[in-house]
């Protein structure tokens, strides 16, 4: 099965580079969407190294959220916006993880939990063809809230879709502190630390500086942990091959 992976704290960051595409430089968009769309998580893992100041593709960073499926599965066929029920919400659930396959019709969405309030959800085309037959998965999508026990996912008329559910649990490591008490780690659903985890242009894995990120276009210093020890360059809308170690 080709799947297609959804997470909304690294597709956030992903879409600040949505407006490098085809573009030789890319300048970082400084404003936030609460709606994310599906096609900027373009794979599992890979998005995050390529894309964005996070690394997941390394484990035990400082601040990584693990996230636990629960064992009771649902699955279903729907055409149009369907409410899937997904039972009494378990002790310990903080979200539904969601598969959710499409390759016709219009617009789906999905809600996704919003940690800070407000009202995220995911949102991509199912005739798109270069999602075609793919299985988008979403492990944030939103709790059942009050005496709910269903997630609605809204489709436009005639789209067909269909979906494995269940509940899940997480567990989300504290951020590191270096000596100058700058937090350092990955992004997760408290923020962004000081010091961002990210692949240097010499494959090596270090963090860059957020102030440095928001503020600077160009090859941007990657760091230690201390956050002063310089291990590599990370192209923040650079050209190609800018930041690469020979030049």
Request: aromatic residues 6%; proline residues 6%; glycine residues 12%.
């Amino acid at each position: 099965m080709n799947t297609t992976t959804i997470n909304r704290t690294f597709a956030a960051a992903v879409e600040r580079e949505l407006a490098a595409i085809g573009t030789a430089r890319s300048r970082l968009r400084r404003r936030q969407r609460r709606t994310r769309t599906a096609t900027i998580a373009i794979g599992s893992l890979a998005l995050v190294g390529a894309l964005t100041g996070a690394a997941v593709v390394v484990s035990g960073l400082p601040g990584e959220t693990t996230v636990t499926p629960f064992e009771t599965v649902v699955t279903g066929s729907y055409t149009g916006t369907g409410e899937i029920e997904l039972g009494p919400v378990p002790e310990g659930a903080d979200r539904v993880i969601l598969d959710v396959t499409c390759s016709e019709g219009g617009k789906i969405e999905v809600p996704l939990r919003a940690p800070t309030g407000g009202d995220d959800r995911v949102t991509w085309n199912c005739s798109d063809p270069v999602r075609k037959n793919l299985t988008t998965h979403i492990n944030d999508g939103r709790l059942p809230g009050g005496d709910s026990t269903s997630i609605t996912v809204i489709a436009d008329p005639g789209t067909p879709w269909s979906v494995t559910a269940r509940y899940g649990g997480s567990e989300t490591t504290e951020w590191g502190t270096n000596v100058n008490d700058e937090t350092y780690g990955v992004p997760n659903d408290n923020g962004i630390p000081d010091l961002s985890a990210a692949y240097a242009t010499n494959g090596k894995v270090g963090y860059i500086r957020q102030s440095e990120f928001w503020s600077i276009e160009g090859c941007i210093n990657v760091y230690l942990s201390d956050g002063t020890t310089v291990i590599g360059l990370f192209p923040n809308g650079a050209a190609e091959g800018e930041c690469d170690p020979a030049r």
